[in-house]
C-alpha cells in the first residue's frame, strides 16, 4: 500500500482535478477531472469523455488510470495514487482497484454530484443487492463453460494480473 499523501500534496493534486474537470465542461465534456500520481511523481491526467467519445466508461478516473497505464507500459499501477474531482463512481472504484492503485482522494462527495444530476446511488443499491431490477443478471449453467480458464493455464505465455 502507498503511504498516505501529504495534505498539501493532496490538495495540489485534487485542485489540479478540479481544474480539469472545470475546463472539460467549457470544452463541452463532464464535470469531472482526475490525476494519477506514480510513485515516482510522473502524473496523468484524465478528464470525462463519455460524451465527447459515445464511451459510457471514459469517466475522468477511468481515462487518467488508461493513460498512465499506457504511458508507463504497466497495468499494474501499484502505490500510484488516484486523485479525483468528485467521489468515484462504483465503475471508477473497480478500475482504480484493477489497477492496484495504493489511495484514491476525492474532492466533491456522491451527493454534490447527485444534486448536479449525476447520481449514482442506484447504482451504490445495485451493488449492494438491494435492487437487481435494475439490469438482471443471471448465471447460465453451460457445459465447456469453464474451457478459456483451461487454455489460459495452459498458455505457457500468460502474464498474470
Known amino acids: 500500500m502507498s503511504s498516505p499523501a501529504s495534505q498539501p500534496d493532496a490538495a495540489r493534486h485534487l485542485e489540479r482535478a478540479v481544474g480539469l474537470a472545470v475546463a472539460n465542461v467549457a470544452d463541452g465534456g463532464g464535470p469531472f477531472g482526475a490525476v494519477v500520481v506514480m510513485p515516482d511523481g510522473r502524473t496523468f491526467d484524465g478528464v470525462n469523455r463519455v460524451t465527447r467519445d459515445n464511451d459510457p466508461t471514459a469517466h475522468a478516473e477511468v481515462v487518467a488510470i488508461r493513460r498512465a497505464a499506457a504511458e508507463t507500459a504497466d497495468f499494474d499501477l501499484h502505490g500510484a495514487v488516484l486523485y479525483a474531482s468528485c467521489e468515484p463512481c462504483p465503475l ?15 474532492a ?9 444530476g449525476f447520481d449514482d446511488a442506484v447504482f451504490y443499491e445495485y451493488f449492494d443487492g438491494a435492487d437487481r431490477s435494475l439490469m438482471p443478471v443471471a448465471h447460465v ?16 505465455g500468460r502474464i498474470e494480473y
Do not use: I, K, N, Y
Open 108 to 116: 466533491a462527495d456522491r451527493r454534490d454530484a447527485a444534486a448536479a
Open 92 to 106: 471508477c472504484l473497480a478500475a482504480a482497484l484493477w489497477a492496484r492503485v495504493g489511495a484514491v482522494h476525492f
Open 141 to 156: 449453467d453451460l457445459a465447456g463453460s469453464g474451457r478459456p480458464f483451461e487454455a489460459w493455464a495452459a498458455f505457457a
